[in-house]
């Protein structure tokens, strides 16, 4: 299969802050990993720097065999990785349908759907994330969950190889979570490589077979869900600053 | 020569920093961008020099301070508070009023150039150099008013105020600071901070109509440079554009020197945008 | 880049549904109504309309690249005057027929677009606004100060392209052209890619849209149109000087686009025409007149948020739904 994602002494200080420090991981490609961390562990930053929205201090990121460090962000999207935003991001004033259609516009959208396929794309995104009833409204009508999910539509519309999900169940009800579980789980089946961040353990336990746990910018623990739930280090890291987390 | 050149670019330093120190402040505490800041220059010396003939220079400077001072809070009120949401609905309208007040004092007044005569007649001679006494005025004027407003915003429980919504007005809010108190409060402060600029230093000068429009762009210029919303940046930058100017008047020629806040503008920009000691991020 | 496919006959029958709206009969009611002016042959409001379609042109474009890519120039005059001086330059000093020189004049315009919008595309909000303020400041200065095409007094003196009737008639062409295409790259799937970047830069981004270069594209279409409306003006005025390059001109496109309401193509025609009408208006009033125009402006800007005529087009509609529903 080979290795998707290979992130190597990555360190990201602002200023006085180390937000990321030497931070080591792979990814297989076709895998599900999952990051966890109390709020302020740096996964958020460590998703910017790889997705090309922060530049890092020092260390390097491959995709698929290929340094993208200090690529830009487009750039890095339209080789095959795309994400989401923790405060979910849309062109409001565009409809949903728009909202997809502008990723399947990008060049490795036109790409795989066409160019005269673009709206029919778009359209068979949001079914498939279930708001196609909605195409023609503007984002500001939608729930929070409903959000999330054309979040991730819009990924697709970039038709990418692996896809980061920062904090996709993060203010969502049980059902809201379900749904997104539900689409998160299909799109593995379908072959796309999935990084998800959480910093409720539980959410993502039944979700990835594989952890990794960062505290200040470090990597503190790696394994299955089990083994990363009883790790002590971890347990330090949360119940140290008093958070629940299963 | 060379003291000529720092005499007049200590002056220079002084006026810009006047003008430029209530400028940032606005923008840095409350995001905007006030582009009527020149016509209230332009109308507290057109207030002075109208009033001078009945009561003398020091109440005809007192009205002027206080018509200003009005105005600000006037405009906040009127024009700034409700648009605040729009930044560029901030913008045109303070445009659109700087444009006001320059048809005002034609319309009221005439359009051509005046003199006002400055309050501290005749000349100096200091280090073999003979210079408007005028300008001892200004310097003073300036260092004891920067002085003032510095340790205002440092010391007082207001300053602490406008520090804190500054720094994030949001946050600011939320612990029960009124930011609407605290802006037009600023707004007020930027408005007698280039009112006494026109205090010292338009006696001695020429004033018109369309004058306002070059002092905002100095205002402008020295804000970008020293770094908007930094006070300490506005001071410092205001000095070295002094001397800068100063400079190439002397060795080069005025008609090079008017380009300098232009083409400072746009070096910060493209190198720069954050202004020698601004902050990192941009509003 | 996109595909052009010419589909005539349903074309048509678009047309024809846009015809019966209640914006497209008004829009071309007004066209109709437009046309008919110079046949009045009152030379004044000839002259006035003109003026008002040039301006038409000249806030659409602003319009274009603020409301529709959300990159807010301050400094539009630039491109206006930049036009304005080669089209008057190579009428003049190269005898070259006017739409020749029209075209060479927005073609520079399109060059000059460039120039200022990669270095000023880093730029976010308020910065861009100076940065292209400041470079349309320079250019007041360059040429104000030099001595070359006409240092402070211009070019003056350029054959007229016809009679005011004439003239009117190839103004409203031009308008009616810019207004239609810049219609179809707003609904085109580049007006797409660029209002999304307005609504959100960083998600543009991160659905790998190249902002900058579409930035780019916008800032020269914004600029080919201000050309056209420049190039125009000059031709129209028979002469160009330094004035034309006054932060002034920049704020007024600014203004009219405001009070048509931004991001909308027919409000620039409102803007325009309402702009330079009430201008004219108060012309008689001599010195008042100015004052007057400045606080109606500051009136306008203060309370017209979503373009001044909307609530009364509002209202319009809903009659003229009524109506067609019986």
Redesign the interface.
């Known amino acids: 299969m080979g290795l998707i994602l290979e992130v190597k002494n990555l360190t990201k200080k602002f200023g006085g802050l180390t937000a990321v420090n030497d931070v080591n991981f792979e990814i297989e490609r076709g895998e599900m990993l999952g990051l966890i961390g109390p709020n302020g562990a740096g996964k958020t930053t460590l998703f910017h720097v790889i997705s090309g929205f922060e530049k890092p201090t020092s260390g390097t990121v491959f995709f698929d065999g290929v340094n993208i460090t200090g690529k830009k962000p487009f750039q890095i999207v339209n080789m095959g990785m795309a994400r989401t935003f923790q405060l979910v991001k849309s062109f409001h004033y565009l409809s949903l349908l728009d909202n997809v259609s502008v990723a399947c516009l990008s060049p490795r959208g036109k790409e795989a759907f066409g160019a005269s396929g673009i709206d029919e794309a778009a359209s068979s995104i949001l079914t498939s994330v279930g708001l196609v009833d909605k195409a023609r409204l503007p984002p500001v009508i939608l729930p929070h969950g409903d959000l999330r999910k054309l979040q991730i539509g819009k990924a697709l519309g970039t038709n990418p190889e692996m896809l980061l999900l920062d904090e996709p169940f993060s203010g969502l009800v049980h059902e809201e979570k379900e749904g997104i579980a539900k689409l998160i789980r299909r799109l593995k089946d379908e072959g796309v490589t999935i990084f998800v961040t959480g910093h409720v353990l539980r959410e993502l336990m039944t979700l990835v077979p594989r952890v990794i746990a960062m505290h200040h910018g470090r990597l503190i623990a790696e394994g299955s869900p089990q083994e990363v739930a009883n790790n002590k280090v971890v347990l330090e890291a949360y119940l140290g600053r008093g958070e629940g987390f299963a | 020569m060379i003291e000529e050149i720092l005499i007049y670019g200590t002056v220079q330093g002084a006026l810009l920093a006047l003008l430029a120190l209530g400028f940032s402040l606005v923008y840095g505490v409350g995001g905007i961008l006030n582009l009527s800041h020149g016509a209230f220059f332009l109308i507290t010396a057109y207030v002075i020099y109208w009033t001078i003939p009945f009561v003398g220079f020091g109440i005809a400077a007192v009205i002027g301070l206080a018509a200003v001072v009005g105005i600000g809070a006037v405009t906040y009120l009127g024009l700034m508070k409700p648009l605040q949401e729009s930044h560029i609905g901030i913008v045109l309208v303070t445009f659109a009023l700087a444009f006001f007040f320059e048809q005002f004092v034609k319309f009221v007044g005439d359009p051509k150039t005046h003199y006002i005569v400055p309050f501290v007649p005749g000349t100096i001679t200091f280090l073999g150099i003979t210079f408007p006494a005028q300008f001892i005025a200004l310097l003073v004027g300036a260092f004891i008013l920067v002085t003032l407003v510095t340790l205002f915003i440092n010391k007082s429980t207001i300053g602490k105020s406008i520090r804190a919504v500054s720094q994030d007005f949001e946050a600011a809010k939320l612990v029960g600071i009124n930011t609407d108190m605290v802006l037009m409060t600023t707004v007020m402060i930027s408005a007698l901070l280039v009112g006494f600029a026109a205090v010292l230093y338009a006696p001695g000068n020429f004033i018109a109509p369309r004058i306002g429009w070059r002092y905002l762009l100095l205002a402008f210029s020295v804000t970008i440079f020293g770094g908007m919303g930094s006070i300490p940046g506005s001071i410092v930058g205001a000095f070295i554009m002094g001397y800068a100017t100063s400079f190439t008047d002397f060795l080069i020629g005025p008609e090079f020197s008017v380009i300098i806040p232009i083409v400072v503008i746009l070096v910060m920009l493209l190198v720069r945008p954050q202004g020698l000691l601004g902050k990192k991020e941009l509003r | 880049m996109?595909?052009l496919q010419f589909d005539f006959q349903s074309y048509v029958g678009r047309f024809r549904v846009w015809a019966l709206t209640f914006r497209g009969s008004i829009t071309l009611l007004s066209l109709v109504g437009l046309l008919f002016v110079p046949l009045s042959g009152n030379e004044y409001l000839t002259t006035v309309l003109v003026t008002a379609m040039i301006y038409t042109i000249f806030a659409a474009s602003w319009d274009l690249l603020a409301g529709f890519a959300g990159q807010?120039s301050?400094g539009h005059a630039a491109f206006f005057g930049i036009s304005g001086y080669f089209t008057a330059a190579f009428v003049k000093f190269a005898g070259a027929p006017w739409i020749f020189a029209l075209i060479v004049g927005a073609g520079y315009a399109v060059l000059f677009s460039l120039i200022i919008g990669i270095?000023?595309l880093r730029?976010?909000?308020?910065?861009l606004?100076?940065?292209t303020?400041?470079?349309s400041?320079?250019l007041w200065?360059l040429f104000l100060?030099g001595t070359w095409l006409g240092g402070t007094e211009g070019i003056s003196g350029l054959p007229s392209i016809g009679d005011i009737f004439g003239v009117f008639y190839i103004i409203a062409a031009f308008m009616v052209a810019s207004l239609i295409i810049m219609r179809a790259i707003v609904d085109s799937?580049l007006g797409?890619?660029l209002?999304?970047i307005?609504?959100?830069e960083?998600?543009?981004?991160?659905?790998?849209?190249?902002?900058t270069v579409y930035k780019l594209i916008a800032f020269m279409i914004s600029g080919f149109f201000a050309g056209i409306a420049g190039a125009l003006f000059v031709l129209h005025t028979t002469a160009v000087n330094p004035a034309v390059f006054q932060?002034?001109y920049s704020?007024y496109a600014?203004?009219m686009a405001?009070i048509g309401g931004l991001?909308t193509i027919y409000g620039s025609v409102i803007g325009g025409f309402l702009f330079t009408v009430l201008s004219e208006f108060l012309r008689p009033l001599a010195?008042?007149s100015?004052?007057i125009?400045?606080?109606i402006?500051?009136v306008i800007?203060?309370f017209a948020?979503h373009g001044i005529m909307n609530p009364f087009l509002e209202r319009l509609q809903d009659l003229w739904d009524l109506i067609r529903r019986k």
């Open positions: 996109m595909d807010v301050f270095p000023c730029l976010r909000g308020p910065y606004a100076l940065g303020l400041a470079f400041l320079i200065n100060s799937r797409t890619i209002k999304a307005r609504d959100d960083t998600c543009a981004d991160a659905s790998g849209i190249n902002t932060t002034l704020f600014i203004i405001a991001a010195n008042a100015l004052l125009f400045a606080i402006l500051i800007i203060r948020e």
